[in-house]
């Protein structure tokens, strides 16, 4: 594959442009000789036909976004059918790529981030970053055309000497001979390789959580759980969102130790959810410490409407270091968690600067959450993914799952980042590769309940065989003491789809997912999966 390159400086003396070419098979890191300045743009461009029976994937920017395989002539669709009052009101461009990517919004136009691939049946061409650091690489496909844009996400960066331009790697084969290739490229691999089942206490109960309705529903998961398994206690804890270093003492009287060690008394490791980077209105950290959020053109970052609104921490303040430091020797060391769910990571690199970039700046802020976090395990999530490759145990890969099967029609309006068990779905199986690679994949929980849900029977048996086959983590968030025999025979059933072989996944017509499970070929259609 040949690339046409331009790269632009600014400097004291005027614009510079550098143009060239490379050839790209396998691993290429472009380093250029930079004049001192300021770079505006550096961007490849080459030829690359795709046809009408060819997928194409283009990564999403953060877990959430939603990232299928598309047809030739499909589009990414923006926000600007919105009113942008409301988009600015609910900051609906903040959860995902949309105040710094374009979106040409027209057919035959995709976007993505850090890489894309095409494939024709079992054949794939893989186009990917070998690191971001440098910027995030953003992929832009133009079908109409045949022509692919490769960008690094670097403007306002001093640069003077050698520089990264492009790093990218390129390979032609089967999904394993591409994904593997490319992350020994990389030098990545997962921390582990041991699955993890479990309980979350998110989707049934949400933020109204207690002492007793933990401890209810902790009696309920010992009865069906397995030793080692992993009972995660959800946002709803902390008073507020930010204020980590206490409980809400009207809802956990005692604290959270005492519930860690009652986990630890069933034969269960103790998880526990955090948003460490940032914090909502109302909360104390916020009141007492304004100086400690980071600010873009002298406000407050406002990272989205949860909560009632939120804003990110600035990792560059010793202050927020230190008291991070803090949230996590009393979660980890006094109260005896295991696993840490760290959740809106996204928020703390929402730019960068004239010596780092935004994603520069998100890789330090995972490596920070790794060194806080020492050897204890880390589950990330709302996390750009390439930059927390290697330094989480294990990771969301698409959104969170609804209650339903794709949302309102209102919501469906919003951004690609939404709640959606259908779109949580799609993610989990198009980002099926790195499971095993970069973490072991997270795809949110599945249902066997009856009540407090709108899935369908058929909906729920096929959230949760694709959860089966695809996730390194397998949880689910019901009253498991409420499990009828059948819904206990399908639970250990799940369990065995984790032992799967020859998972293979078809969408010529329709959406096929085929396995073999004790001895048994299998086949699951998963419905209503129109892009």
Same mark, same amino acid.
């Given at each position: ?20 070419s490379?050839?790209?098979n ?7 000789d ?33 990232s299928?395989?598309?047809?030739r ?16 009101? =609910? ?13 040409p ?10 890489w894309?691939?095409?494939?024709d049946g079992?054949?794939?061409r ?28 670097c403007a ?53 959580? &207690? ?9 309920g ?37 005492p ?30 410490h304004p100086?400690?959020? =980071? ?7 406002y ?17 927020v ?9 009393r979660?980890?060391?006094?109260w ?27 890789r330090?802020?995972?490596?920070? !959450?790794r ?26 890969i ?13 919501? +469906? +309006? ?48 096929v !959230?949760?065989t694709v ?13 498991m &003491?409420?499990?009828?025999?059948e ?45």
């Amino acid at each position: 594959m040949k690339l046409d390159y331009t790269v632009r400086v600014l400097t004291g003396e005027g614009r510079r442009e550098l143009r060239g070419s490379a050839e790209l098979n396998g691993a290429l890191r472009l380093v250029l000789d930079l004049p001192q300045g300021v770079l505006l743009s550096a961007e490849a461009r080459c030829s690359l036909y795709c046809s009408d029976w060819e997928r194409i994937f283009m990564n999403g920017f953060q877990s959430w976004t939603y990232s299928p395989e598309l047809r030739r002539a499909d589009r990414i669709r923006s926000l600007r059918h919105l009113p942008k009052l409301g988009v600015r009101h =609910y900051g609906l461009d903040r959860y995902g790529d949309n105040y710094f990517v374009p979106y040409p919004d027209k057919p035959g136009s995709s976007h993505g981030e850090s890489w894309c691939y095409f494939r024709d049946g079992e054949r794939f061409r893989l186009l990917a970053s070998l690191s971001e650091r440098a910027g995030y690489t953003l992929f832009a496909y133009d079908a109409l055309s045949g022509e692919l844009t490769v960008r690094r996400d670097c403007a306002g960066i001093f640069c003077g000497g050698a520089y990264p331009v492009f790093e990218l790697y390129y390979a032609e084969g089967t999904e394993d001979d591409v994904f593997d290739g490319w992350f020994r490229a990389m030098g990545v691999t997962a921390r582990t390789q041991e699955k993890i089942a479990g309980y979350t206490s998110w989707y049934n109960r949400y933020q109204e959580i &207690s002492e007793q309705s933990i401890l209810d529903d902790l009696r309920g998961c010992a009865e069906v759980l397995r030793p080692g398994d992993l009972f995660q206690i959800d946002d709803g804890w902390e008073p507020f969102v930010g204020d980590w270093l206490e409980t809400d003492a009207e809802k956990f009287p005692r604290g959270l130790k005492p519930l860690s060690e009652e986990i630890h008394a069933r034969g269960l490791k103790a998880g526990l959810w955090l948003a460490p980077f940032v914090a909502q209105k109302g909360s104390k950290l916020l009141r007492e410490h304004p100086d400690w959020f =980071y600010k873009h053109e002298l406000r407050k970052w406002y990272c989205g409407v949860n909560w009632g609104g939120f804003y990110a921490l600035d990792i560059d303040k010793p202050e927020v270091v230190d008291y991070l430091r803090e949230v996590f020797r009393r979660v980890l060391d006094d109260w005896g968690f295991d696993l840490v769910k760290l959740d809106f990571l996204y928020a703390a690199a929402p730019f960068g600067d004239g010596r780092e970039t935004r994603a520069g700046r998100m890789r330090r802020a995972m490596e920070l !959450l790794r060194e806080l976090c020492g050897e204890k395990l880390i589950l990330g999530c709302g996390v750009p993914l390439m930059p927390a490759f290697g330094l989480v145990d294990y990771c969301r890969i698409g959104c969170d799952v609804g209650l339903d099967w794709n949302g309102s029609w209102l919501m +469906q +309006q919003t951004h690609r980042e939404r709640v959606s068990t259908k779109q949580s779905i799609g993610n989990t199986v198009f980002r099926r590769e790195l499971s095993g690679r970069a973490w072991l994949n997270d795809p949110d929980v599945f249902f066997l309940r009856e009540d407090n849900l709108k899935l369908t029977p058929e909906e729920k048996r096929v !959230l949760a065989t694709v959860n089966s086959l695809f996730g390194g983590v397998l949880f689910c968030s019901d009253d498991m &003491s409420a499990y009828t025999p059948e819904a206990r025979a399908l639970y250990e059933e799940l369990l065995r789809n984790r032992e799967a072989k020859d998972i293979r996944v078809d969408t010529t017509n329709g959406f096929r997912v085929s396995y073999t499970v004790d001895g048994e070929r299998k086949t699951l259609d998963i419905p209503e999966y129109e892009k």
